[in-house]
């Protein structure tokens, strides 16, 4: 059965097939509370939000209050702890050339706009169907093949240059096409961990509301039209929807503290990041595995002591499910992650 092989390395628990929510992860022997079961730092993709870009370091996400970092990467404006993590950051190369063509490509961030991921009425309308996501999709390839053409001539012809001014005079999303940049990367430069990546749960309809698939597709067009050239053929529509798809119910967010540790006050939402061989546990409103993330690494602890054969389970709602109703809870997950919950705690509930 498919799952990262690091996560079948373990002899102390298995990825398995559930009744009821999908692949999830089991005991396979006695496991005493505190053991560490399982630590990953490999991300497929990861977005700080360009407004914290100052206070996070792009490395290992470390977050002081909201103090500024004072290295930087002179071309891009990623900001560092430590020159360690500068290092380790602009050791691949490919990543800092490819990074800063492609933010000089986006322009300036627009002054008077409020950022990317604001509240904003258009998003309050229904999610797209996944007829209305084919016409979509289906729709923007014919300027996606214009925008190859124009990119792959040597010498652009009129017409071609007017086409790629007007794409990007139109304002992208910063914050997106800087999530789906390392995207393509994995896909250019690490195979298996984009193979890693297809084998997560899919969401066929993840685009939140009609502006957020138009989104999508303005960054197809803008990514076309400013990647840097050896970037191209990976820039497909079926990459950034399967992006989009495997994202929808995967990726953790990054916080200024972390909700299992006890810092739900006041956490800020600083970005989000695709860690596949860390999207195997299911949730359940009992959990007994704990997770922490310290830097770039996700790490997971037993909570209490599990016996062998039991499944192996984390909190979605980062611990808030303490004070919740089984129906707070069950509307919760639905309303986030689109399932009926299946856990042994809502289950006992009922009954
Ligand atoms: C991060 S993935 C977990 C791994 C997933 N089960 C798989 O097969 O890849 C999250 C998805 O697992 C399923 N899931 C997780 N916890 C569940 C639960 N308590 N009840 C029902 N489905 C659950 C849901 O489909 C959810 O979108």
Not at 217 to 241: D, F, K, M, Q, V
Request: some cysteine; charged content about 25%; hydrophobic content about 35%.
């Amino acid at each position: 059965m498919s799952a990262p092989a690091s996560l079948h390395a373990s002899p102390i628990f298995a990825v398995r097939e559930t009744a009821e929510s999908g692949r999830g992860v089991y005991a396979t022997q006695y496991i005493p509370k505190g053991t560490l079961l399982f630590e990953t730092a490999e991300i497929a993709a990861s977005i700080v939000y360009r407004e914290y870009w100052k206070e996070v370091c792009a490395q290992c996400f470390q977050y002081d209050r909201g103090r500024n970092w004072k290295i930087r990467n002179a071309k891009t404006g990623h900001a560092f702890c430590s020159e360690n993590c500068q290092v380790i950051w602009q050791n691949d190369v490919v990543t800092d050339e490819v990074a800063s063509m492609a933010i000089e490509g986006l322009g300036k961030p627009r002054q008077s706009s409020s950022s990317d991921h604001d509240h904003n009425p258009a998003y309050d309308l229904p999610r797209p169907t996944i007829p209305e996501i084919e016409s979509a999709w289906a729709a923007a390839e014919d300027t996606a093949t214009r925008i190859r053409t124009a990119r792959s001539s040597a010498k652009p012809s009129k017409p071609e240059r007017r086409l790629l001014t007007q794409i990007l005079a139109i304002p992208p999303t910063r914050d997106l096409i800087l999530y789906q940049l390392p995207a393509l990367l994995t896909i250019a430069n690490s195979p298996s961990l984009w193979a890693d990546v297809l084998i997560l749960e899919s969401e066929s309809a993840p685009y939140t509301s009609p502006a957020d698939l138009e989104l999508q597709i303005t960054s197809y067009h803008h990514l076309l039209a400013c990647a840097p050239l050896p970037l191209l053929g990976h820039i497909t529509a079926e990459n950034l929807r399967t992006l989009a798809a495997k994202s929808s119910h995967n990726v953790f967010n990054i916080w200024s503290q972390d909700l299992d540790d006890g810092g739900s006050g006041g956490s800020e939402c600083l970005g989000y990041g695709l860690w596949t061989a860390a999207s195997y546990w299911n949730h359940s409103c009992g959990p007994n595995i704990w997770k922490r993330r310290e830097g770039r690494m996700w790490k997971f602890w037993a909570e209490r002591d599990v016996a062998e054969g039991e499944a192996l389970c984390i909190s979605y709602l980062g611990g808030d499910e303490r004070d919740m109703t089984r129906q707070e809870r069950r509307d919760k997950l639905k309303e986030h992650w689109k399932f009926d919950c299946a856990c042994s705690r809502c289950q006992a509930e009922v009954s």
